[in-house]
Nanobody, 124 residues
């Protein structure tokens, strides 16, 4: 059974930092591209960042470039999202995702597995 379990969300003041983790089980982690999406209240789920299988390529949505960093540790079957200089507009539920597509960025329709989500709230 495939599971993606996010952790690390919480409440932080604007300008602060959080690191999200996504622990994968039931898959050969190194063969899956990993990504992060987010969904704010009343909005559609949107792409945030993705990292290739071998950690060679990364892609970010424009609004988080220079503030967020995606990484992965294939030995630990875990992907990370380091979020710095957080803004109130970053408030959302953050979801981990896995796919095997070669299309960049990570098309939502091609996602094979989703995590359950972790809440990130940034206060002003």
């Amino acid at each position: 059974q495939v599971q993606l379990v996010e952790s690390g969300g919480g409440l932080v003041q604007a300008g602060g930092s959080l690191r999200l983790s996504c622990a994968a089980s039931g898959v050969t982690f190194s063969t899956w591209r990993m990504g992060w999406f987010r969904q704010a209240p009343g909005k559609e789920r949107e792409f945030v960042a993705a990292i290739s299988r071998g950690d060679g390529n990364r892609y970010y949505t424009t609004s988080v470039k220079g503030r967020f960093t995606i990484s992965r540790d294939n030995a630990k079957n875990t992907a990370y999202l380091q979020m710095n200089s957080l803004k109130p507009e970053d408030t959302a539920i953050y979801y981990c995702a896995a796919d095997q597509s070669t299309i960049w960025p990570m098309p939502r329709g091609g996602i094979n597995y989703w995590g359950q989500g972790t809440q990130v709230t940034v206060s002003s």
